[in-house]
């Protein structure tokens, strides 16, 4: 990769790192649901209207859709509301790795060789270890719940190889668009029309902002720009760049919010990142041609992906 490009994945990686502190920010403004509903409103409109359609098959669109943006980033806002940290958080959720790894093996039959599986054995552990962490100092259910979050990111990346849109951006903006309705019946239903209307009642420029850069930076940049990397270089190239992710959201709330790590933490950083590398580097088997096994970049940004990455 010629250096301009490298540093492009690398400010991608840290705009996804430092969105998990916008998160934090935002969830101050708004309910979480109610949040990222609002979050892929403003990704889809006015896009929507002049992209044109996806030359995808609709259900494919629904289905990353609601994996990505209702069971990822869903589950996300609403563990981080329940006190899951944000550098925490951008960390377990790249757990991804071995979910999406699972599911293709389910549903495309692609086979993960010794190494990759040595590698999401190590990652599990690193998981394993982070649990062990929270659930002596923090809320054991928001960790649960950003593991499952992880679980629809692993979803929508099998989902969106499956459709393998010709054109990513407009595949993006429209599945930013389904999410938006079923959020807000969520929202309604659990948050309350009272706490809502409260919410967007009282918004100021720094709601605002926060919306903006989630829904814009991280979304629509974010992916514009990961989508132009993939166009241009081997996905087992780009791929690994998203283990910057957790480095860039565990640094930033520990500057900005002043998360402290613990060495348990530590621990399972290093375990979970080096398993994802592992999964990630390694070279994928040749003896079926249907064996794509690369480690599939977030289809969708992350956190922001979200993190679509994230959040």
């Known amino acids: ?16 790192g430092v969105n998990f502190v916008v998160i934090e920010v935002g969830l101050d403004h708004f309910p979480p649901l109610l949040f990222s509903a609002l979050r892929f409103l403003v ?34 806002f609403v563990g981080m509301n329940q006190g899951m940290p944000a550098g925490l958080s951008s960390l377990v959720l790249q757990i991804q790795a071995v979910f999406t790894a699972l599911f293709a093996f389910v549903a495309l039959g692609e086979r993960p060789g010794r190494i990759r ?34 679980v629809g990111w692993g979803v929508s990346n099998v989902l969106t190889r499956k459709a393998a849109p010709s054109a990513p951006f407009t595949f993006m903006v429209w599945t930013s668009a389904v999410p938006v309705l079923p959020l807000l019946a969520l929202s309604l239903t659990f948050e ?36 132009f990397l993939l166009r241009s270089h081997p996905a087992s190239s780009v791929a690994p760049f998203t283990l910057l992710v957790p480095v860039f959201g565990m640094s930033s709330a520990a500057l900005f919010l002043g998360e402290s790590v613990s060495p348990l ?47």
């Not at 599986?117 to 054991?140: H, T």
């Not at 990142?273 to 977030?298: E, H, I, M, W, Y």
Request: aromatic share 8%.
């Open 1 to 16: 990769m010629r250096p301009s490009h490298i540093a492009l994945a690398v400010l991608v990686t840290a705009i996804w």
């Open 265 to 311: 933490r530590w621990c399972a950083a290093a375990l979970l990142v080096g398993g994802v590398a592992l999964a990630s580097l390694a070279p994928a088997p040749r003896n079926r041609a249907v064996q794509r096994v690369d480690t599939p970049a977030p289809a969708l940004p992350v956190e922001d992906h979200e993190a679509h990455a994230s959040r």
């Open 117 to 150: 599986l040595a590698g999401m054995v190590v990652a599990l552990a690193g998981i394993g270890v982070a649990a062990a962490d929270e659930g002596a100092s923090g809320p054991l259910l928001g960790f649960t719940l950003v593991v499952v979050a992880a």
């Open 192 to 227: 309350g029309w009272d706490r809502d209307t409260q919410a967007l009642a009282s918004l100021d420029w720094a709601g605002a902002g926060i919306i903006a850069f989630v829904a814009w930076v991280t979304t629509l940049f974010g992916f514009g720009a990961w989508s």
């Open 43 to 76: 990704a889809a409109l006015p896009a929507v209207f002049f992209v044109g359609r996806p030359r995808v098959a609709w259900k494919l669109v629904v289905g990353v859709g609601l994996a990505l943006g209702v069971m990822k980033f869903g589950l996300l």
